[in-house]
């Protein structure tokens, strides 16, 4: 998906009109997340993998200049839904830990994390990503001639919703959007502030759509079907090999081949759509793979951390709870160094940080 190739400034002198604004968004927010997207048609120069790429939330702007001027809405039917004063993103039943299956001595991964029929899997994802301006809106390290004026740290909300049926119908929702957590420098003049709300304004619609058969993406199969996951053996070492003849076929260096695996595993895993013995596959071979750090956190969860190099030079992790195979948290944090190349913003400040809360529900709102 070349959402990116086609655009332009913020402010190239095109009326945004609300409507507009928010289609952008949620095209943006569903599309492939630019950065990583470009970087493995530069490096890797082989078919659209499938099952990654597909990340819910974090997709959008993590690279290159932010523009909502120029795109058009998604085919998929879309609704505008009034955004109510209280959070609508209730978390849904407390998922069991895992036991072994009942009257069997074989232990299913992930019990009680697959929906049943007519319930669904429930992904609720809330970003919080740091953008800056100078003209334009750009994530770093896309600046151009000039440093930043100034930095903002945004919130933004999505939903999906995955029948047990994945061919029937998905439920994606997106909004609010743009929300202000924190400017940098702190204390922004009333100028700059008004410079961030004409060009990145605030949004609290809550905008929604469908689409049969999974997310949308490349290539015939839809992104997260049932179809698509087929060709990749859930045996871990035998997904590793897989997974590393697809990307040896068309990687360019033996740093490609490590960067399209990461890309792979992180796509996959932070999506939180993939089926449990799908997840339970990739987290094996992600941890075969020995391209991750990894440790525990104080409450338990399994962290992994990966640093890549090629291009915009950045460190991604991923927070996964053991007892579910879920991602809780995703931030990506590029090398930035206090005070470098005019950045006000502080280096220990992640330029994206998503937290997940995954439930099986009953029903769609």
Same mark, same amino acid.
Request: no cysteine; charged share 20%; hydrophobic share 35%.
């Given at each position: 998906?070349?959402?990116?190739?086609?655009?332009?400034?913020?402010?190239?002198?095109?009326?945004?009109? *609300?409507?507009?604004?928010?289609? #952008?968004?949620?095209?943006?927010?569903?599309?492939?997340?630019?950065?990583?997207?470009?970087?493995?048609?530069?490096?890797?120069?082989?078919?659209?993998?499938?099952?990654?790429?597909?990340?819910?939330?974090?997709?959008?702007?993590?690279?290159?200049?932010?523009?909502?001027?120029?795109?058009?809405?998604? #085919?998929?039917?879309?609704?505008?839904?009034?955004?109510?004063?209280?959070?609508?993103?209730? &978390?849904?039943? %407390?998922?069991?830990? &895992?036991?072994?299956?009942?009257?069997?001595?074989?232990?299913?991964?992930?019990?009680? %994390?697959?929906?049943? #029929?007519?319930?669904?899997?429930?992904?609720?994802?809330?970003?919080?990503?740091?953008?800056?301006?100078?003209?334009?809106?750009?994530?770093?390290? #896309?600046?151009?001639?000039?440093?930043?004026?100034?930095?903002?740290?945004?919130? *933004?909300?999505?939903?999906?919703?995955?029948?047990?049926?994945?061919?029937?119908?998905?439920?994606?929702?997106?909004?609010?959007?743009?929300?202000?957590?924190?400017?940098?420098?702190?204390?922004?003049?009333?100028?700059?502030?008004?410079?961030?709300?004409?060009?990145?304004?605030?949004?609290?619609?809550?905008?929604?759509?469908?689409?049969?058969?999974?997310?949308?993406?490349?290539?015939?199969?839809?992104?997260?079907?049932?179809?698509?996951?087929?060709?990749?053996?859930?045996?871990?070492?035998?997904?590793?090999?897989?997974?590393?003849?697809?990307?040896?076929?068309?990687?360019?260096?033996?740093?490609?081949?490590?960067?399209?695996?990461? *890309?792979?595993?992180?796509?996959?895993?932070?999506?939180?759509?993939?089926?449990?013995?799908?997840?339970?596959?990739?987290?094996?071979?992600?941890?075969?793979?020995?391209?991750?750090?990894?440790?525990?956190?104080?409450?338990?969860?399994?962290?992994?951390?990966?640093?890549?190099?090629?291009?915009?030079?950045? %460190?991604?992790?991923?927070?996964?709870?053991?007892? %579910?195979?879920?991602?809780? *948290?995703?931030?990506?944090?590029?090398?930035?160094?206090?005070?470098?190349?005019?950045?006000?913003?502080?280096?220990?400040?992640?330029?994206?940080?998503?937290?997940?809360?995954?439930?099986?529900?009953?029903?769609?709102?």
């Amino acid at each position: 998906m070349d959402v990116f190739e086609r655009v332009r400034d913020v402010n190239a002198g095109t009326s945004l009109t *609300e409507d507009r604004i928010i289609a #952008a968004r949620l095209r943006l927010l569903h599309g492939i997340d630019d950065s990583r997207s470009a970087e493995r048609k530069r490096l890797v120069k082989r078919p659209m993998f499938v099952i990654a790429g597909a990340v819910a939330g974090v997709a959008a702007v993590t690279a290159g200049v932010v523009v909502v001027s120029q795109l058009t809405a998604p #085919a998929p039917r879309v609704e505008a839904i009034p955004a109510p004063t209280a959070d609508p993103r209730e &978390p849904g039943q %407390t998922i069991p830990k &895992p036991e072994p299956t009942s009257g069997t001595t074989i232990t299913e991964p992930f019990p009680g %994390t697959t929906p049943q #029929a007519g319930q669904y899997l429930h992904v609720a994802n809330t970003t919080e990503r740091l953008l800056y301006r100078d003209g334009r809106i750009f994530s770093w390290p #896309a600046h151009g001639d000039f440093p930043p004026i100034s930095g903002l740290l945004t919130r *933004e909300r999505s939903q999906t919703y995955v029948p047990a049926d994945r061919s029937g119908d998905w439920y994606f929702e997106y909004g609010p959007s743009a929300e202000r957590v924190q400017f940098f420098p702190e204390d922004q003049w009333p100028a700059g502030e008004l410079a961030w709300d004409n060009q990145y304004p605030v949004s609290s619609e809550v905008t929604g759509y469908w689409n049969t058969g999974g997310q949308a993406g490349d290539g015939d199969l839809q992104t997260g079907s049932t179809a698509g996951y087929v060709a990749y053996p859930r045996d871990p070492q035998a997904l590793l090999d897989h997974l590393r003849t697809q990307v040896a076929a068309y990687a360019q260096s033996p740093e490609a081949v490590e960067d399209g695996l990461m *890309e792979d595993f992180i796509g996959v895993l932070q999506s939180n759509i993939a089926p449990a013995d799908m997840r339970a596959a990739f987290l094996g071979a992600f941890e075969l793979s020995g391209l991750a750090q990894i440790d525990v956190t104080n409450d338990g969860k399994t962290r992994y951390q990966v640093h890549r190099s090629l291009f915009d030079a950045r %460190t991604e992790t991923i927070v996964v709870d053991p007892a %579910t195979g879920w991602v809780t *948290e995703f931030t990506l944090r590029y090398d930035r160094t206090d005070g470098a190349e005019g950045d006000m913003v502080p280096a220990n400040i992640p330029d994206v940080r998503t937290t997940y809360a995954v439930s099986i529900v009953n029903s769609v709102p």
